[in-house]
């Protein structure tokens, strides 16, 4: 049998390459894992001239994520502004993510007053290692998008709403949701999600994903080999 730093090692080669967040739709203007903590963009400028371009449906559309913490907070943003400096909106209740791997909210809705008008959808998160940022160049168009394949949630992960002071400080005063009433699932029309609850107990008693107690047992191992 291989020595067990031996197994180890590319376990944890495969933890540490998944420290922060992917986005999966719509297309990212780009990733930069060293500089994914610099705002609004991850240490990236938009730039439509160069940038892959999405159609993003104001009635509803999908942002999927891979993501690489046991825990984070996350919210959706969007804005007018092409070069991402300010006048954020809220897009979606702010949610927490428990467990590691793809989440995806399948009906995010936008403002109807920014159709036919080019922006950012910024995502951010806030992760055990501090805020982290992504941006897509979108195209805001009417009606509701189509359920998109990468749109999956991975059963070992659960989501809740919940509330970040640092994560609201990033939108303006008036902020619009797609839904006011935290009452409701936030992956109700997505595969795989599993819901927590809506009240305060609920969504602070995550349950422990394998992947988070194997990461665990896998660096205590590293350290006695």
Same mark, same amino acid.
């Given at each position: ?5 031996? %197994?180890? +090692? ?5 933890? @540490?390459?998944?420290? =922060? ?23 990236? $400028?938009?730039? +439509? ?7 993003? =449906?104001?009635?509803? $559309? ?6 690489? =913490? ?45 159709? @036919? ?11 055990? $290692? ?34 970040? $002071? ?15 009433? &935290?009452?409701? &699932? ?19 008693? %995550?349950?422990?994903?394998?992947? @988070?107690? %194997? ?11």
């Amino acid at each position: 049998m291989a020595p067990l730093s031996r %197994l180890l +090692f590319p376990a944890l080669l495969v933890t @540490g390459a998944n420290a =922060h967040f992917n986005v999966k739709y719509p297309e990212p203007i780009g990733f930069e894992d060293d500089s994914q903590g610099a705002g609004p963009c991850g240490g990236l $400028d938009p730039d +439509f001239s160069t940038n892959t371009v999405s159609d993003f =449906h104001v009635g509803g $559309d999908s942002i999927a994520l891979l993501n690489g =913490h046991a825990q984070v907070t996350w919210i959706f943003r969007a804005t007018l502004d092409q070069t991402a400096s300010g006048n954020w909106t809220q897009i979606f209740p702010i949610v927490q993510q428990s467990g590691y791997n793809m989440f995806c909210e399948p009906e995010v809705t936008v403002p109807e007053e920014f159709v @036919g008008k080019k922006g950012i959808i910024g995502i951010v998160s806030n992760a055990p $290692d501090g805020l982290l940022y992504a941006c897509a160049a979108v195209s805001f168009v009417e009606g509701a998008g189509e359920s998109q394949d990468v749109c999956t949630n991975s059963t070992d992960v659960t989501i809740s709403f919940t509330g970040d $002071d640092s994560l609201s400080a990033m939108v303006g005063e008036g902020t619009t949701t797609s839904d006011d009433d &935290d009452t409701a &699932d936030p992956t109700s029309t997505a595969s795989g999600s599993e819901e927590t609850g809506t009240d305060d107990s609920s969504a602070r008693s %995550l349950r422990p994903t394998i992947f @988070g107690v %194997l990461s665990a047992v896998l660096m205590g191992a590293a350290f006695v080999v």
